[in-house]
């Protein structure tokens, strides 16, 4: 079964600095996607970026990046220039590519950011 | 907006009530999910449905039940629930499944009493 690790349930950031948010997964997939959501205190989820396992080139969202690397099967996220609106629990999520594979988002338990004036 | 819209917000119920959740995408999609989100614990997938049929369902309680009569909407029928079942409860949605991405619903907050 695969699993999501987020090992930072906290992170705190002032305005306008840079952050990176770490997740690491665990699967024997070899096709598979990564994401990262976020979600406001008003609680709904959204999507901030996503990962094809199978593009070698990090997926980039305005001030979101990520660092992906595949053989140690890490995927964190780097938020730029950070604005008091990123302050949310982020969480990283893992689906297989495989067909016949499950069709579930696999969670982590989430970071909290927050973003200091 | 993510076009995914859930009713109620919130819920308060006894363990002997009756009550559904309803959920509509208005984003065209094909298939559609039941995740709960309970505290400090990682989301669960509870239910995901495809062309209106359910494919996964996993190892859910019978005191929840899904339907889906149409592929715009999705309803979690709830019955004597039990006080740890209190959780968010969100829905999502995607054009696909397996590589699409999926948009989710504000949730609704429900407690058991």
């Known amino acids: 079964a695969q699993t999501v690790t987020q090992s930072q349930p906290e992170m705190s950031v002032q305005e306008a600095e840079t952050v990176t948010l770490s997740c690491t997964y665990d699967?024997?997939?070899?096709?598979?996607?990564l994401f990262w959501y976020k979600q406001p205190p008003s609680r709904q989820m959204i999507l901030v970026i996503r990962q094809e396992a199978y593009k070698q080139q990090n997926a980039t969202e305005n001030r979101f990046s990520v660092n992906f690397q595949k053989a140690a099967k890490s995927f964190s996220l780097k938020i730029s220039d950070s604005q008091l609106g990123d302050a949310a629990m982020y969480f990283c999520?893992?689906?297989?590519?495989?067909?016949?594979?499950?069709?579930?988002?696999?969670f982590g338990k989430g970071t909290k950011l927050t973003v200091n004036p | 907006e993510t076009g995914v819209t859930q009713t109620p917000r919130h819920l308060v119920m006894g363990m002997t009530n009756k009550k559904s959740l309803k959920c509509e995408q208005h984003l065209g999609h094909n298939a559609m999910y039941w995740y709960k989100q309970s505290a400090k614990k990682p989301l669960e997938l509870m239910f995901v449905y495809s062309l209106e049929e359910r494919v996964e369902n996993n190892s859910v309680p019978s005191r929840f039940s899904p339907e889906c009569p149409n592929s715009s909407h999705l309803f979690l029928h709830l019955h004597t629930l039990q006080p740890e079942d209190s959780a968010l409860y969100l829905c999502a949605s995607s054009q696909g499944t397996r590589q699409e991405t999926q948009y989710f619903g504000p949730g609704t907050r429900l407690l058991v009493l």
């Open positions: 999520a893992y689906r297989s590519g495989i067909i016949g594979g499950s069709e579930k988002l696999v």
């Open positions: 699967t024997s997939e070899s096709d598979y996607y």
